[in-house]
């Protein structure tokens, strides 16, 4: 059994960012006109007029005041509100792989690694391109780096589900080294014409390389202690897209085949057990609460992850406890977490205790405790 450290991070954030404001201007024309259009109908009582958008609304709602996106002007476009992403061939690199692998070079550079010395490749995310082949072999092949990958989804727990992965390949002797990637363009599952959701998400990717402790040079190592994982299914965050859709066709377009939530029963769900999976699993290997420096969590929303805390420590977190990223990043799914770390470790001493932790549809929740070398 080898002990694992985290030897780098890396993240691939897209060129264009939208503000709320520019958001919100593009929802309220589709709003305008719908009602317009709809103006008969909505006065007989036949349907509901759509609710404008603020930002203000937005920012109390979830904390976010930007996002990046793979496409801006599609999104913005009233008449589209859908990201434009032109297909590619066959013989050319996927964009997950794109990202991928822009996000994997900052993360070798930092590990002081080269694709030679990985063994393995995880792609962890919430939104696959495609079925078959895997993404990760696609990024193994992109890298040139010999051994196996594979894609799993565990939503926006997928990371920290990666991680226990490759930790335990890697402790197994299975693997010296893993690339665990996360590329997310969650604006590809959203409804930019829903109010309640239309703001949530943004693109990113972030990467990983997890390998034995004896074999890391880097400078940024950090130790995995532990991880620990648990599921409960709920309908409560849901996206029913698949391949079978095309075998009942008459339902193809409905709203389940784009992103939806119950949000205010997630809220009052997965908070209370996020914390109380935290606190277990510190006390499971004797670290007290009070003594973790710093909590990277899952950035979905602001209101969330305060309250997450404040069940740990009985008292609010300062920013520098649990840092956030989610006003200029948003929701990115799997990569949150990963970017507040990524962005949030390396001014912390040596033998700083962190949890990494994330939580998501399923329900999914993962933890990592991490010790800085």
Same mark, same amino acid.
């Given at each position: 059994?080898?002990?694992?450290?985290?030897?780098?991070?890396?993240?691939?954030?897209?060129?264009?960012?939208?503000?709320?404001?520019?958001?919100?201007?593009?929802?309220?024309?589709?709003?305008?006109? %719908?009602?317009?259009?709809?103006?008969?109908?909505?006065?007989?009582?036949?349907?509901?007029?759509?609710?404008?958008?603020?930002?203000?609304?937005?920012?109390?709602?979830?904390?976010?005041?930007?996002?990046?996106?793979?496409?801006?002007?599609?999104?913005?476009?009233?008449?589209?509100?859908?990201?434009?992403?032109?297909?590619?061939?066959?013989?050319?690199?996927?964009?997950?792989?794109?990202?991928?692998?822009?996000?994997?070079?900052?993360?070798?550079?930092?590990?002081?690694?080269?694709?030679?010395?990985?063994?393995?490749?995880?792609?962890?995310?919430?939104?696959?391109?495609? *079925?078959?082949?895997?993404?990760?072999?696609?990024?193994?092949?992109?890298? #040139?780096?010999?051994?196996?990958?594979?894609?799993?989804?565990?939503? &926006?727990?997928?990371?920290?589900?990666?991680?226990? +992965?490759?930790?335990?390949?890697?402790?197994?002797?299975?693997?010296?080294?893993?690339?665990?990637?996360?590329?997310?363009? &969650?604006?590809?599952?959203?409804?930019?014409?829903?109010?309640?959701?239309?703001?949530? %998400?943004?693109? *990113?990717?972030?990467?990983?390389?997890?390998?034995?402790?004896?074999?890391?040079?880097?400078?940024?190592?950090?130790?995995?202690?532990?991880? =620990?994982?648990?599921?409960?299914?709920?309908?409560?965050?849901?996206? +029913?897209?698949?391949?079978?859709?095309?075998?009942?066709?008459?339902?193809?377009?409905?709203?389940?085949?784009?992103?939806?939530?119950? #949000?205010?029963?997630?809220? $009052?769900?997965?908070?209370?057990?996020?914390?109380?999976?935290? #606190?277990?699993?510190? #006390?499971?290997?004797?670290?007290?609460?009070?003594?973790?420096?710093?909590?990277?969590?899952?950035?979905?929303?602001?209101?969330?992850?305060?309250?997450?805390?404040?069940?740990?420590?009985?008292?609010?977190?300062?920013?520098?406890?649990?840092?956030?990223?989610?006003?200029?990043?948003?929701?990115?799914?799997? *990569?949150?977490?990963?970017?507040?770390?990524? =962005?949030?470790?390396?001014?912390?001493?040596?033998?700083?205790?962190?949890?990494?932790?994330?939580?998501?549809?399923?329900?999914?929740?993962?933890?990592?405790?991490?010790? $800085?070398?």
């Amino acid at each position: 059994m080898y002990n694992v450290v985290i030897s780098g991070t890396g993240l691939y954030t897209p060129a264009n960012s939208i503000s709320n404001d520019e958001l919100v201007e593009s929802f309220n024309t589709y709003v305008h006109r %719908f009602n317009s259009e709809n103006a008969a109908a909505i006065e007989a009582g036949e349907i509901q007029p759509l609710p404008e958008s603020s930002s203000a609304f937005i920012e109390k709602a979830s904390g976010i005041r930007s996002r990046y996106v793979t496409d801006k002007a599609g999104i913005l476009d009233p008449e589209r509100m859908v990201p434009r992403i032109p297909e590619r061939s066959n013989n050319e690199w996927s964009i997950l792989c794109e990202m991928s692998v822009k996000a994997a070079e900052e993360a070798l550079a930092r590990a002081g690694k080269t694709a030679a010395d990985i063994d393995g490749v995880i792609v962890a995310c919430s939104n696959l391109q495609r *079925a078959y082949p895997a993404i990760a072999i696609e990024v193994q092949a992109a890298l #040139g780096i010999k051994g196996f990958g594979f894609d799993m989804n565990v939503a &926006c727990s997928s990371a920290t589900f990666g991680i226990q +992965n490759a930790v335990n390949s890697i402790k197994l002797g299975q693997a010296r080294a893993i690339l665990m990637v996360n590329p997310e363009i &969650c604006t590809g599952h959203m409804n930019f014409r829903d109010r309640d959701s239309h703001f949530i %998400f943004g693109d *990113a990717c972030t990467a990983v390389i997890i390998e034995r402790e004896d074999l890391a040079t880097s400078e940024h190592q950090w130790e995995v202690l532990s991880t =620990k994982l648990v599921t409960e299914f709920s309908n409560n965050i849901r996206n +029913n897209f698949g391949f079978l859709n095309r075998a009942a066709e008459e339902h193809m377009n409905d709203p389940d085949k784009l992103f939806i939530q119950e #949000g205010r029963k997630v809220f $009052k769900e997965v908070c209370p057990m996020v914390a109380e999976l935290i #606190g277990e699993h510190l #006390g499971e290997n004797g670290i007290a609460v009070e003594s973790v420096k710093r909590f990277w969590l899952h950035q979905a929303n602001l209101n969330m992850n305060h309250l997450i805390v404040r069940k740990l420590l009985g008292r609010d977190a300062s920013e520098d406890e649990a840092p956030v990223i989610l006003d200029t990043y948003a929701n990115t799914s799997s *990569a949150g977490s990963v970017i507040a770390f990524h =962005k949030h470790q390396d001014d912390l001493p040596s033998g700083s205790l962190g949890v990494l932790s994330s939580f998501g549809a399923g329900y999914s929740i993962g933890s990592v405790i991490l010790r $800085k070398r």
